[in-house]
């Protein structure tokens, strides 16, 4: 159990649908990422929220956004959903004193994103 | 930019063998190292992790990992090898950043 929880755990979506993702992050915690892991690859970096401020972007494209509230929860946002954006999309949160490294990042179980 | 790699997207061992998982980073400036571990249809689990307090690191489950500098290496070991260690694997690094840069994974297969 790291604390950190997603839904929903799995869902379909057609093609050119919009999908929203749910995380809450361990208790106490201020930093948030999203990770795509597709199928048989490593997880992906899609962004990171700090404080409710968006702290780094990987390589994806802006059709690909998130949201942090105040109670440290998150949102990630895929909208006109590609076929290719099925995958296993998973939140992480660890406490950042500043915006240092080497925290403990725990995961969260994943939600599983089918595009049709 | 920074990268991992993992050596042998799949090992297999008898139960009971040495696990040897390798993984080598590529960085100027040493980040810090994660191991973490994936159970079928699960998230990651943290095994251990690298923050340059010690360069031998012991995490759960009998795991441990020694980072070797002078060969940007973080190999994750276990002297003996128990069914229940099946799983995938990763190495994942970290600098600057709360982002990890993960390599592509290592299953591990445990063969009775």
Same mark, same amino acid.
């Given at each position: 159990?790291?604390?950190?929880?997603?839904?929903?755990?799995?869902?379909?979506?057609?093609?050119?649908?919009?999908?929203?993702?749910?995380? @809450? *992050?361990?208790?106490?915690? !201020?930093?948030?990422?999203?990770?795509?892991? +597709? $199928?048989?690859?490593?997880?992906?970096?899609?962004?990171?929220?700090?404080?409710?401020?968006?702290?780094?972007?990987?390589?994806?494209?802006?059709?690909?956004?998130?949201?942090?509230?105040?109670?440290? @929860? *998150?949102?990630?946002?895929? !909208?006109?959903?590609?076929?290719?954006?099925? +995958? $296993?999309?998973?939140?992480?949160?660890?406490?950042?004193?500043?915006?240092?490294?080497?925290?403990?990042?725990?995961?969260?179980?994943?939600?599983?994103?089918?595009?049709? | 930019?920074?990268?991992?790699?993992?050596?042998?997207?799949?090992?297999?061992?008898?139960?009971?063998?040495?696990?040897?998982l390798r993984c080598n980073y590529?960085?100027?400036?040493?980040?810090?190292?994660?191991?973490?571990?994936?159970?079928?249809?699960?998230?990651?689990?943290?095994?251990?992790?690298?923050?340059?307090?010690?360069?031998?690191?012991?995490?759960?489950?009998?795991?441990?990992?020694?980072?070797?500098?002078?060969?940007?290496?973080?190999?994750?070991?276990?002297?003996?090898?128990?069914?229940?260690?099946?799983?995938?694997?990763?190495?994942?690094?970290?600098?600057?950043?709360?982002?990890?840069?993960?390599?592509?994974?290592?299953?591990?297969?445990?063969?009775?």
């Amino acid at each position: 159990e790291t604390g950190v929880t997603q839904s929903p755990t799995h869902l379909i979506k057609t093609r050119g649908q919009q999908v929203t993702l749910r995380c @809450s *992050s361990q208790s106490g915690h !201020n930093t948030v990422s999203w990770y795509q892991q +597709a $199928l048989g690859q490593g997880p992906q970096f899609i962004f990171q929220y700090y404080r409710e401020e968006e702290n780094g972007r990987g390589n994806f494209p802006p059709r690909f956004s998130g949201l942090q509230f105040p109670n440290y @929860s *998150s949102e990630l946002n895929v !909208n006109a959903l590609e076929l290719d954006d099925s +995958a $296993l999309y998973l939140c992480a949160s660890s406490l950042a004193s500043s915006r240092s490294s080497g925290n403990t990042i725990y995961f969260g179980e994943g939600s599983w994103l089918t595009v049709v | 930019a920074q990268s991992v790699t993992q050596l042998g997207s799949h090992v297999s061992v008898s139960e009971g063998a040495l696990v040897l998982l390798r993984c080598n980073y590529s960085s100027s400036v040493p980040p810090y190292l994660f191991w973490y571990v994936q159970y079928p249809n699960q998230g990651l689990q943290l095994l251990l992790k690298y923050t340059s307090a010690a360069t031998l690191v012991k995490g759960i489950n009998g795991f441990e990992a020694e980072f070797k500098k002078s060969e940007t290496s973080f190999h994750l070991t276990k002297p003996s090898a128990h069914m229940s260690d099946a799983a995938e694997y990763f190495c994942a690094a970290q600098g600057g950043s709360e982002k990890l840069v993960f390599g592509k994974g290592t299953k591990l297969t445990v063969n009775p």
